[in-house]
């Protein structure tokens, strides 16, 4: 079995991958099988003899799998998911050094000193409503309004500690605060008005389809792509003080396809690759170098007043602030 979304045995996975006599390239990846899908047929028809093997997997799974297999590696590429897992990752010697070929044209804080991984997309974290329900004056302007009192039992989110995203959003709604006593009772004011939380993504769209009236967090760039890619009724509104993620690429440290790991990360990290990728779906570039007028419109025109966050400072409290919402938020409950 090629493709899986995870819950497939990866033993499966690599049995149909020494059958072949083609070259391979492994890639684990949060993307999605669409993104996935689209990256496979193009690799392999300009090298027609690799056969691009992917699992789709959640950020924290991908990272989990990457450090469980560490001392027999199957992936060869890790791409996408938050910087703090890269970082984490990196330091762990999970990642391999490379620079790709634009390691220049891209912003300090959107890499990794030693090049162990490097930034491809901005994806700002946003309100999401349902616009078959509410109109974007209806629904919450910033973060606080979220815990008014008509928002009760009226939000549904991503399971957090499963996923990246919803880790970042956390760590962001206690850095906002005047203190990280401060930012957890933030967090369980929050809490109280969850109405359901979810396993995945998609479980998030197709529930907030359903159910017209409930509103959620998530990321603008994934919900922009069900929106025009899935004619989803969603839309978002980008809050003040907006934690802004960068998805990262790299190598996994002792790859057992480390050229073809690097022929596939500079393939899909060219500007006409990320061009296509902002219109099939909605990635937000990272690099400052592309022609907006390569670029969709709305994203161009969407303005982000982005939380200043330290990323290492983060990634050094991310654990320990997640306990502490397992502990005295959701378990408290």
Request: hydrophobic residues 40%.
């Amino acid at each position: 079995m090629k493709r899986t979304n995870g819950f497939i045995i990866v033993a499966a996975l690599f049995a149909g991958a020494c059958s072949s006599s083609r070259e391979v390239v492994v890639v684990y990846s949060p993307h999605g099988p669409e993104m996935l899908k689209d990256a496979e047929n193009a690799f392999e028809a300009a090298y027609p003899e690799v056969d691009v093997q992917w699992m789709y997997l959640g950020t924290q799974d991908v990272y989990k799998r990457v450090r469980s297999e560490s001392k027999r590696p199957q992936a060869d590429v890790w791409w996408g998911g938050t910087q703090t897992l890269f970082m984490q990752a990196a330091d762990e010697d999970l990642l391999e050094p490379y620079a790709p070929t634009w390691a220049d044209l891209v912003e300090p804080q959107y890499k990794d000193s030693e090049d162990r991984w490097y930034g491809t997309y901005q994806s700002p974290i946003a309100i999401v409503y349902n616009s078959r329900g509410r109109k974007a004056d209806e629904v919450p302007q910033t973060w606080d309004d979220l815990l008014k009192p008509e928002w009760k039992d009226l939000i549904s989110i991503r399971k957090p500690l499963e996923s990246g995203t919803m880790r970042t959003f956390i760590g962001a709604m206690i850095l906002r605060a005047e203190n990280e006593d401060a930012g957890i009772a933030w967090l369980g004011k929050f809490h109280e008005s969850a109405h359901a939380y979810l396993n995945s993504p998609e479980f998030l769209y197709d529930h907030m389809k359903k159910n017209k009236d409930i509103i959620s967090v998530w990321l603008l760039p994934d919900i922009a792509l069900q929106r025009e890619r899935n004619d989803m009724p969603l839309e978002c509104i980008v809050p003040p003080e907006t934690p802004v993620i960068t998805e990262g690429i790299g190598v996994v440290a002792n790859a057992p396809h480390p050229d073809w790991a690097k022929k596939f990360y500079e393939f899909v990290t060219t500007p006409e690759a990320l061009a296509k990728q902002a219109h099939d779906y909605s990635k937000v570039p990272v690099r400052d170098d592309l022609d907006s007028a390569a670029l969709p419109a709305w994203m161009v025109a969407q303005k982000i007043d982005a939380l200043p966050i330290d990323w290492n400072e983060f990634a050094a409290n991310e654990k320990r602030w997640c306990n502490r919402w397992a502990d005295e938020v959701y378990d408290a409950k």
